[in-house]
């Protein structure tokens, strides 16, 4: 083989690969059936014609029976006539009717075996284009549950590859790290603002109430002490002894210096408190 017949070969191997590849096997499937419907409609045409000759030499033969008959009769006619040559031509053309009804005969019993053919091939026709609509519409059901299955094979592979779940990774922790931003964005914000200790201090006087409303519900239930009472403060007796004189007043400026270092005693106690919330 010569290197042109070679280079021929390959190119015409490449056109039919890429023809076979880019073939769609339902349009192919489709095409087919019509192909086949077209046939099956000249086919029947075919049949229809070979119908109509059989039809044609039956009436033919007919036709010709029926002249041989007529000349028979006329012949006889000569006969009764007493013209015998007449009725010998009369005989004669009743000859050539009947060879031509044999004739006709013949052929329309060979046209009629071959319409019969005909008509059992048509119908083995007709009932191969039937199965070959009822193979097309599984084939074309199994083509597409195939590239369904493909389809989700290849999403499940992409799912699978390890770039898709590093990417998801990726995004989960700039989102955590978006999230801590702005939290000590508004941490900050409370601090400089104030806002803390006096959200602490709302939290506290919310809750106090709630757990004076639980102390008394449980001293009404009778699974805590009661309540204690604080004592009467008493009055102090003064007793006067006779012969001595009334306590002196305590001076105002030991006054002044007692109530400043209660007052000091007590806010001390209160920032302690305020600490040990924190």
């Given at each position: 083989m010569g290197i042109f017949a070679r280079l021929a070969t390959l190119i015409k191997s490449n056109l039919n690969d890429l023809i076979s590849r880019s073939e769609d096997p339902e349009k192919m499937l489709n095409q087919v059936v019509i192909d086949m419907a077209n046939q099956l409609i000249e086919a029947k045409?075919?049949?229809?014609?070979?119908?109509?000759?059989?039809k044609r030499l039956a009436k033919q033969a007919e036709q010709e029976a029926a002249n041989a008959a007529e000349w028979e009769r006329r012949a006889m006619l000569a006969i009764k006539a007493g013209d015998d040559n007449l009725a010998k031509e009369a005989l004669n053309r009743k000859k050539e009717?009947?060879?031509?009804?044999?004739?006709?005969?013949?052929?329309?019993?060979?046209?009629?075996?071959?319409?019969?053919?005909?008509k059992t091939a048509l119908r083995l026709l007709n009932n191969k284009i039937e199965e070959?609509?009822?193979?097309?519409?599984?084939?074309i059901a199994r083509k597409k549950r195939a590239e369904a299955q493909k389809a989700i094979q290849e999403t499940m592979s992409g799912l699978q590859n390890a770039s898709a779940f590093e990417t998801f990774e990726r995004m989960s922790a700039k989102i955590d790290q978006i999230e801590a931003e702005a939290e000590a964005t508004t941490e900050l914000a409370e601090e400089y603002s104030g806002d803390t200790l006096a959200h602490r201090f709302g939290q506290l006087e919310a809750t106090a109430g709630a757990?004076?409303?639980?102390l008394e519900l449980k001293r009404k239930m009778g699974m805590a002490p009661p309540a204690e009472v604080a004592p009467q403060p008493t009055q102090p007796v003064?007793?006067?002894?006779?012969?001595?004189?009334a306590p002196t007043a305590i001076p105002q400026h030991e006054q002044d210096e007692l109530a400043a270092a209660i007052a000091e005693l007590e806010a001390e106690e209160q920032r302690?408190?305020?600490r040990l919330k924190r």
């Amino acid at each position: 083989m010569g290197i042109f017949a070679r280079l021929a070969t390959l190119i015409k191997s490449n056109l039919n690969d890429l023809i076979s590849r880019s073939e769609d096997p339902e349009k192919m499937l489709n095409q087919v059936v019509i192909d086949m419907a077209n046939q099956l409609i000249e086919a029947k045409k075919q049949v229809a014609v070979a119908i109509a000759d059989e039809k044609r030499l039956a009436k033919q033969a007919e036709q010709e029976a029926a002249n041989a008959a007529e000349w028979e009769r006329r012949a006889m006619l000569a006969i009764k006539a007493g013209d015998d040559n007449l009725a010998k031509e009369a005989l004669n053309r009743k000859k050539e009717h009947d060879q031509l009804a044999t004739s006709y005969k013949d052929q329309w019993q060979k046209q009629k075996q071959a319409v019969d053919q005909l008509k059992t091939a048509l119908r083995l026709l007709n009932n191969k284009i039937e199965e070959a609509k009822r193979k097309k519409n599984v084939l074309i059901a199994r083509k597409k549950r195939a590239e369904a299955q493909k389809a989700i094979q290849e999403t499940m592979s992409g799912l699978q590859n390890a770039s898709a779940f590093e990417t998801f990774e990726r995004m989960s922790a700039k989102i955590d790290q978006i999230e801590a931003e702005a939290e000590a964005t508004t941490e900050l914000a409370e601090e400089y603002s104030g806002d803390t200790l006096a959200h602490r201090f709302g939290q506290l006087e919310a809750t106090a109430g709630a757990d004076d409303a639980l102390l008394e519900l449980k001293r009404k239930m009778g699974m805590a002490p009661p309540a204690e009472v604080a004592p009467q403060p008493t009055q102090p007796v003064q007793m006067r002894v006779a012969g001595t004189s009334a306590p002196t007043a305590i001076p105002q400026h030991e006054q002044d210096e007692l109530a400043a270092a209660i007052a000091e005693l007590e806010a001390e106690e209160q920032r302690e408190q305020a600490r040990l919330k924190r």
